[in-house]
C-alpha cells in the first residue's frame, strides 16, 4: 500500500488538489471528512461530545451545533484540547481502515490521504509513504480562506498561528506544488506529479 500524504496551510487549495486527484482515480481518504462523518446524526461520539461540553452545543433535534462548538473551542486552547483527544484517535482509526479496505478491493497504484495538520502530530508518520504539500503565499492564503469561510483576517491570522509555519512545511515535504496561479495551473502540476509518481510506483512493485 503506497500512500501519499498530501498537506497544505488554511486556503492554500487542498480541497481542489485533492479533488482533482479523484478524478484521475486515485482514491482519497480526508480526515477532514471523516470528522465530519463520525460526528454526523446518530453517531456515538455525540454522546461523548455532549458528557464534555454540554448540551447547549446541540441543536433541538439532537444534531451538533457545529457552529457554537467551533466558536466556543476558536478561543479555548484547553477545550480544544479536549476536543481533538477525543475526536483525533478516532479519524486515525477510521482513516486506516478506509486506506486497508481500499487497497483490498481497489488495489490502486497509490491513495492519498489528506491531513491538514500532517506535520504538528507524529500520528501519521507510520502510514505516508511520502508528503506532498499545497503551497501558496501567506497573502493568497488569507483571501481565499476569507473568500471560502467568511471569517475574518484576523481569525484566518489566527488559524495559520495555530498550524506549522508555511517554511517548516515546506521543509518537511517529500515534494510541493504551487498553488499561487488559477486551478487550471494547479491541475497541470498535479498531472504531472501524478504521471510521475505512477511511474515511481510501478517501478517499486
Not at 455532549?50 to 486552547?77: E, M, P, W, Y
Not at 489528506?114 to 488569507?142: H, K, W
Not at 483571501?143 to 488559524?159: F, G, I, P, W, Y
Request: aromatic fraction near 6%.
Amino acid at each position: 500500500m503506497y500512500v501519499v500524504a498530501l498537506t497544505g496551510g488554511i486556503g492554500s487549495g487542498k480541497s481542489e488538489a485533492s479533488k482533482h486527484f479523484a478524478r484521475l482515480g486515485v482514491p482519497v481518504v480526508d480526515t477532514d471528512v471523516i470528522a465530519h462523518e463520525i460526528t454526523a446524526a446518530g453517531s456515538p461520539l455525540l454522546n461523548d461530545i455532549q458528557q464534555i461540553f454540554g448540551a447547549c452545543f446541540f441543536n433541538v433535534d439532537g444534531t451538533l451545533n457545529r457552529s457554537k462548538l467551533r466558536q466556543h473551542i476558536f478561543n479555548d486552547a484547553n477545550e480544544k484540547g479536549k476536543l481533538e483527544q477525543l475526536l483525533h484517535p478516532a479519524i486515525y482509526e477510521q482513516a486506516l481502515q478506509t486506506l486497508k479496505n481500499n487497497e483490498e478491493k481497489l488495489r490502486p497504484q497509490y491513495q492519498l490521504l489528506v491531513v491538514p495538520l500532517l506535520f504538528e502530530s507524529t500520528r501519521y508518520q507510520g502510514i505516508a509513504n511520502s508528503t506532498l504539500v499545497i503551497d501558496c503565499d501567506e497573502s493568497l492564503q488569507i483571501k481565499r480562506a476569507m473568500s471560502r469561510s467568511q471569517l475574518t483576517a484576523d481569525e484566518v491570522k489566527k488559524l495559520m498561528q495555530a498550524q506549522t509555519s508555511r517554511e517548516n512545511r515546506r521543509n518537511l515535504a517529500d515534494a510541493v506544488i504551487d498553488n499561487s496561479g488559477s486551478v487550471h495551473d494547479l491541475i497541470e502540476k498535479i498531472n504531472e506529479f501524478h504521471k510521475k509518481l505512477i511511474k515511481t510506483c510501478i517501478v517499486s512493485k
